[in-house]
Each structure stands twice: as C-alpha cells, then as structure tokens.
C-alpha cells in the first residue's frame, strides 16, 4: 500500500509541479491538495481521506501554516505535519515545529533527498536532516545515552527552542554573547548537529525539553 500525501501550498504551479514530482515516486501516491488550510480541511471532511503526510507552506492567505499545524495536531494527531517552505530564519522553523511539524523542508530540497525524507518520516515519526546518522540511529533504536548537561546549558537549551535570539538569550541570562556561543557550540557537540534548528530537533527527539 502506498504512502499517501496532501500538500498544501497557495502557489499553484508550485504546488502542481511538486505533487506531480511526488506522484512519481514508487512509494507515495498524492491524494489532496490545497491552497491553504482552510480550503485542505473542507477538502478532508469532503472526501473523508487522513492523508499520512501532510506538506504545508508557511506563509498561506486565509490559514496560513503554524494555525494550520496547530488545528491538524488537535483533529487529526495521526497525520504527520511537515513544513515545507522558503524560509530558513530559525524563528519561523521553531514556530512550525512547536505547533507540531515533525520536520521542516526547505523548497529547493533536492527530490532525491525528497524521497528519502517523506520515507524517513513515514516510518520514524520525523527527520532531522542535520542530525549525525549515528545519532538517529541511537533514537530510533533506544540505545542513546542522553547527554549529560550543566544547569546553564539545560536553561540556555531551553531558550534556544524558543524564538528568542541569541542576542536576547544572552540577555535574558545575563551573560555575554561570547558566553552563549560557547554554550551553543557544546550543545552542537554533544547533541551532534550542526545549527539551532538541529538542536531543536534533538532536544524534542531526546525528550531534553517539551515545547
């Protein structure tokens, strides 16, 4: 039985283009599309479909992507929500993880890794490109041994999977922006990633923090 996908995405050639990429991939089959998350619910109570991914823009009229994200994780948990956009700042990213993406895509991602993302996600529960294979594999198989962390660190972590700065945090913690840089930088080791969103993920996957 194939993996089925809705994307949700108000840019039309765009949204027909990826789904007729999806459509060719052996695994997947495409079976509701929309223009932004309004239309995507009347379009799922209408033809009673629950998609096992669904792919959501960001930045849509009328419902746009975290409202979406936030109304899909509450009326339907067993979708797996997956931002898939343009933007890549890490206050964006964050917000769409926190409202219940289990993955943030970028739009010039390349099909082959793609593929490999939607089949990670269906059968994982997410996909953290940034993220070590070694480290997924010790999630997924429950061998990780969590990384031991300082009070500061544990307290910095838990600012970083907010949309505060870098700048801000360090305020908020009264310590220089060096100081935070130094504390992100071990975090990126023990958690092996290579940038915030990374961290994010791990964290969650880790069970380090709850959003």
């Not at 948990?77 to 964006?92: F, G, Q, R, Y």
């Amino acid at each position: 039985m194939k993996i089925t996908i809705g994307i949700i995405d108000d840019h039309q050639l765009f949204l027909k283009s990826l789904s007729l990429l999806i459509s060719s991939f052996p695994d997947f089959d495409i079976v509701v599309e929309a223009l932004h998350g309004k239309d995507l619910i009347e379009k799922l109570e209408a033809k009673k479909i629950i998609p096992d991914i669904l792919l959501i823009d960001v930045n849509m009229p009328v419902m746009d992507g975290p409202v979406t994200v936030k109304f899909l994780t509450e009326k339907y948990p067993a979708i797996k929500t997956v931002a898939l956009s343009m933007k890549d700042d890490d206050a964006t990213i964050i917000g769409m993880i926190k409202a219940g993406c289990c993955a943030y895509l970028l739009k010039d991602i390349h099909p082959t890794e793609l593929e490999k993302a939607l089949l990670e996600i269906n059968t994982k529960g997410y996909y953290n490109a940034d993220a070590t294979n070694l480290s997924f594999r010790r999630v997924i198989q429950g061998k990780h041994t969590i990384p031991s962390l300082t009070e500061k660190e544990k307290e910095f972590l838990k600012l970083a999977c907010t949309e505060l700065t870098y700048k801000q945090i360090a305020a908020r913690l009264y310590l220089s922006e060096r100081t935070i840089d130094g504390y992100r930088e071990t975090l990126f080791q023990k958690l092996k990633v290579r940038s915030r969103v990374g961290l994010v993920l791990e964290a969650i996957r880790q069970n380090m923090i709850s959003l």
